[in-house]
């Protein structure tokens, strides 16, 4: 009895292998794999993960990817920016904290939202954002830049080659950059709520 019960477990396990490896594709590279960007400058320390699909001949922004519509920016779950240092970006204050980061993109800018709540998942069942504008700490809108060249998976990075830190979003021929400065004593500095 003990013998053939050893055989069925045996030959279940070689089917759910088989299954998984055919069907399931369980060892092949994930379509948008996690990834994280990094930057320390002095005490300054920036870190952003998020998934990174690929564009894989399909058209992206205004199809894959629909303007004037909240996006993951990403994929998967949602993308994650902390600091363990106030910030200033386009004169408003980001406090130290970690936030999801949330956009809107259009023809020739994207909206931007560092949002204060966490979510497990980027999307919902219905594949709608799960967004909540209530959280966000600031907004702001940022023009596109048309790239010569294709960024085949969607890259976010720090740049601070000029001295002028920047967190760059680029994906198939567009680019954003989000100016950062480290807050100061004395900054002048709104919050999202101030603007008008």
Excluded: H
Excluded at 102 to 118: C, H, I, L
Aim: hydrophobic share 40%.
């Amino acid at each position: 009895m003990l013998k053939r019960i050893l055989i069925f477990l045996s030959i279940a396990a070689a089917a759910l292998l088989l299954y998984s490896v055919f069907v399931e594709n369980i060892f092949s590279p994930p379509l948008s794999p996690n990834d994280s960007a990094a930057i320390e400058l002095n005490d300054l320390k920036l870190k952003v993960e998020y998934n990174r699909p690929s564009k894989r001949d399909r058209e992206i922004f205004g199809a894959l990817v629909p303007f004037d519509k909240v996006w993951r920016t990403g994929a998967n779950e949602a993308t994650t920016f902390s600091t363990n240092k106030d910030l200033i970006i386009q004169g408003m204050l980001l406090p130290k904290g970690k936030y999801t980061l949330w956009t809107v993109p259009t023809a020739n800018s994207w909206k931007v939202m560092f949002n204060s709540g966490q979510y497990k998942w980027g999307v919902d069942e219905k594949m709608e954002p799960m967004w909540d504008p209530n959280y966000d700490v600031i907004e702001l809108e940022l023009p596109t830049q048309k790239l010569d060249d294709t960024v085949e998976k969607f890259t976010i990075a720090f740049d601070n080659t000029t001295g002028s830190l920047k967190l760059t979003l680029a994906w198939d021929t567009t680019k954003i950059e989000v100016p950062i400065q480290e807050a100061s004593l004395g900054s002048n500095t709104k919050s999202i709520r101030q603007k008008q």
